[in-house]
């Protein structure tokens, strides 16, 4: 939850791959007061079974810059040995990006939710509401 001196983040993933949400991938939250400031991690958490992390951490006061890193390469690795149990291995579809990293500015009191639009070979991302 924001307040006037902090910002909020919120964050979903969708596999457009195959139009449902990303469960179980691992998300870490960092922050810094300043464009030269040291990145401080501050925690993480994973998506749920709607590809929602509903419990990050919340922001310092002086929050200017936070990014968040999406491990992406698990899930991919993971959904790909499961398609694999039942078909023989076609192609090699694993991750092309084995990580994502979103950083964006933030101003206090304002709630920020990036949502991450994911496929194995690409990834989009945009300032949701």
Same mark, same amino acid.
């Given at each position: 939850?924001?307040? *006037?001196?902090?910002?909020?983040?919120?964050? +979903?993933? $969708?596999?457009?791959?195959? !139009?449902?949400? *990303?469960?179980?991938?691992?998300?870490? $939250?960092?922050?810094?007061?300043?464009? @030269?400031? %040291?990145?401080?991690?501050? !925690?993480?958490?994973?998506?749920?079974?709607?590809?929602?992390?509903?419990?990050?951490?919340?922001?310092?006061? !002086?929050?200017? +810059?936070?990014? $968040?890193?999406? %491990?992406?390469?698990?899930?991919?690795?993971?959904? &790909?040995?499961?398609? &694999? &149990?039942?078909?023989?291995?076609?192609? @090699?579809?694993?991750?092309?990006?084995?990580?994502?990293?979103?950083?964006?500015?933030?101003?206090?009191?304002?709630?920020?939710?990036?949502? $991450?639009?994911?496929?194995?070979?690409?990834?989009?991302?945009?300032?949701?509401?």
């Amino acid at each position: 939850m924001s307040t *006037a001196t902090t910002a909020s983040v919120s964050t +979903h993933i $969708l596999d457009t791959s195959v !139009g449902r949400p *990303a469960q179980g991938v691992a998300i870490s $939250l960092a922050a810094r007061s300043g464009h @030269d400031a %040291e990145w401080t991690p501050l !925690g993480g958490s994973a998506t749920d079974a709607d590809g929602r992390c509903k419990d990050l951490p919340a922001l310092p006061e !002086g929050t200017t +810059h936070v990014r $968040l890193d999406f %491990e992406v390469e698990t899930y991919f690795a993971k959904k &790909q040995a499961e398609a &694999q &149990q039942d078909a023989p291995r076609v192609r @090699d579809s694993g991750a092309f990006f084995p990580e994502v990293a979103i950083t964006f500015a933030v101003t206090p009191g304002e709630h920020y939710h990036v949502p $991450l639009l994911l496929n194995p070979f690409g990834y989009s991302v945009y300032r949701g509401s």
